[in-house]
């Protein structure tokens, strides 16, 4: 792992280099793209992990913060979808200029692979994009995050309403959301895009909500290659009654994702 900084459109990028491995590295680079706040935490782990996976199997894989949050520059509460979109794409010319590597592929989990959706519109150069759990519909990720906000905070004294800030912001789970996000995550919804992201998309999903099918549905007719994995595991990114899920690793998903990817780029 080499851990190191660049330059994104808003300030410095943290981000973690996965050189390939294998005694045969391949001409590609692995862009992987997390969710926000807590789902970044519990997700954090995993990430790693999928890494190693596909760092072993010879290629190029970059793990990077947004501007906002972990180790990057800016202010969270100034985040907009647009500006994370920037993010990746920022992030994936770094891998592309320092590794060499000519292909690409984007993976996403929860919000961030709606992000990658979007980026792989916008870049019209990502070859496979792996959707992991993804967030569809903005209005209703956010209305959840709100109603797991209030149930964390119900055992304690705080009060749910207090500090949102009013209608321009929000407290999701310690993280705050500034009105530009909300705006932007009032707005979002994969189902009204019309272009395709890729020529190969690999949807993944832990559970089956309708939302998923609806995606698969949606991007069937759009995209070269469509694969749909319902493989039931821990959904690490949210809280559950047991501490310790936080720490779990979906070893099965994520053996998917790098056989796919694999696959994709034989």
């Not at 990430?47 to 913060?65: E, Q, Y």
């Not at 496979?128 to 209005?139: E, F, H, M, Q």
């Not at 309403?161 to 707005?187: I, T």
């Amino acid at each position: 792992m080499e851990p190191f900084y660049f330059r994104g459109p808003s300030g410095m990028l943290f981000g973690v280099y996965h050189p390939p491995e294998s005694r045969e590295p391949r001409d590609v680079g692995v862009v992987l793209c997390y969710p926000l706040g807590q789902e970044y935490i519990r997700s954090h782990r995993a990430f790693l992990r999928l890494a190693a996976m596909l760092s072993s199997k010879g290629f190029h894989v970059l793990r990077f913060d947004y501007s906002g949050s972990g180790d990057s520059e800016g202010d969270s509460s100034e985040q907009t979808i647009g500006d994370l979109i920037d993010d990746i794409s920022a992030a994936t010319d770094e891998l592309k200029g320092g590794s060499g590597a000519s292909r690409i592929c984007l993976v996403g989990l929860r919000l961030g692979g709606a992000l990658s959706v979007i980026a792989g519109i916008r870049r019209g150069d990502v070859d496979a994009v792996v959707l992991w759990d993804p967030v569809v519909d903005g209005a209703a990720h956010l209305k959840h995050l709100k109603s797991l906000h209030e149930e964390w905070l119900s055992g304690s004294f705080a009060d749910p309403a207090s500090g949102s800030g009013g209608s321009n912001a929000f407290e999701a789970l310690g993280f705050p959301l500034g009105g530009p996000m909300l705006a932007d995550l009032e707005s979002l919804d994969l189902l009204e895009l019309r272009e395709k992201p890729a020529d190969e998309v690999f949807l993944v999903t832990s559970v089956e909500p309708p939302d998923s099918v609806r995606l698969k549905n949606h991007l069937q007719g759009m995209v070269g290659s469509l694969r749909y994995g319902r493989i039931p595991a821990p959904e690490v990114w949210i809280k559950k009654d047991d501490e310790m899920a936080k720490g779990l690793v979906p070893i099965q998903v994520l053996e998917a994702i790098s056989e796919w990817i694999e696959e994709a780029f034989q």
